[in-house]
């Protein structure tokens, strides 16, 4: 879920042709996470293989990433969540819990043949366990796109990798990325997307969005450091927050008083004690330099003993990304040797 900025955020709406040719570091978990949620069957039930295996995650995987290299250039790095920091653990007990009520409100939906109610139960109760992430891993592997495991937050390492200009920009729905410091940062990189909305039973529509953090501190009219001590007041994935105070209360009170330790008694009482160590959390994360973004050569046979023969794919499917790989490689044998011939134009 991340730190709440909804309220405060300076963003641009983009169209897909405006990030033609981008590269973008990928939050993988949280992509996956969508996956899982919205293809499913009627009932909400993801879809699965023959041994039960669910693979919801991998068709959204494979067919809108492809599409979205093939059709747009857009060159996604997929980044890996590795173990949380500690503090982190008491949000994911949270959100178990959440997912467990939301499996028992699920089943009773499905008792009583309430497909809408299970769908928008079935939303809520997706679990992104190992096997689903080491398939995703596989799939990317196999289709030559690059990844990155991070050493903690994807959101972390997804930030640094854009802060070093190794990549465009971040891409997560979480505004975490903008706390970890990307410089740019995309949400809703998707070609006809929908995003339901539990809480309403209703599905909006996505438009890719770009928040750059230079020009939303600016606006603010505060410091990054800033930006992460309002998110510690608002609460965070590794804080509870001050109660009664949101975005926008807790930006007039960082632009009063500067920092957390100047707030009056009444805020300071409420706030953790481990605050400097909750800063560091975003403003110096644990990441990596030592990765490789160049996409490798497809393994297409390798593709379609995995995808059609153990999870049970159509070959249509598999045969369509696979043709999309083939497009996207054979732009860049041809751009590779336009630029060795002195012709970077192509003409």
């Not at 679990?127 to 596989?138: E, G």
């Not at 990798?161 to 410091?181: E, H, I, K, Q």
């Not at 949400?187 to 928040?211: C, D, H, M, N």
């Not at 790989?325 to 003409?347: I, K, V």
Request: proline share 4%; aromatic share 8%; glycine share 6%.
């Amino acid at each position: 879920m991340g730190f709440n900025l909804s309220p405060l955020v300076v963003k641009r709406q983009l169209t897909l042709d405006e990030i033609r040719g981008r590269s973008l570091a990928v939050d993988a978990n949280n992509m996956l996470y969508q996956f899982l949620a919205l293809i499913r069957m009627r009932d909400g039930r993801p879809f699965t293989d023959a041994h039960g295996r669910v693979t919801s995650h991998l068709v959204g995987l494979v067919l809108r990433t492809t599409r979205l290299i093939a059709e747009y250039d857009i060159r996604p790095v997929f980044v890996f969540d590795g173990k949380p920091p500690d503090l982190k653990i008491q949000t994911l007990e949270a959100r178990r819990i959440a997912r467990e009520k939301a499996r028992k409100e699920w089943e009773a939906a499905i008792s009583r043949a309430d497909e809408a109610t299970a769908w928008s139960k079935a939303v809520r109760m997706s679990s992104l366990t190992k096997t689903l992430i080491d398939d995703a891993k596989r799939v990317l592997e196999l289709l030559g796109i690059p990844y990155v495991q991070a050493p903690q937050e994807a959101e972390a390492q997804a930030a640094h990798m854009a802060v070093r200009g190794d990549v465009w920009a971040a891409n997560s729905r979480d505004y975490d990325c903008v706390l970890f410091g990307s410089p740019r940062f995309i949400r809703y990189v998707t070609i006809s997307g929908q995003e339901f909305l539990p809480s309403k039973a209703i599905s909006r529509p996505l438009i890719p969005e770009l928040i750059e953090l230079s020009k939303l501190l600016s606006s603010l009219e505060i410091t990054r450091e800033q930006l992460v001590d309002l998110a510690i007041l608002v609460g965070t994935d590794f804080n509870k927050g001050i109660r009664g105070v949101g975005p926008k209360s807790a930006l007039k009170l960082i632009k009063a008083h500067g920092k957390l330790e100047a707030l009056s008694e009444q805020y300071r009482r409420q706030l953790p004690e481990n605050i400097e160590e909750l800063r560091q959390i975003f403003l110096k994360p644990v990441v990596v330099d030592d990765y490789d973004l160049v996409f490798k050569q497809m393994n297409s046979e390798g593709l379609r003993r995995f995808l059609c023969e153990e999870r049970l794919f159509s070959s249509e499917r598999v045969d369509l990304a696979i043709s999309r790989m083939r497009a996207f490689h054979e732009r860049q044998r041809s751009a590779l040797t336009s630029w060795l011939s002195g012709d970077p134009e192509g003409s």
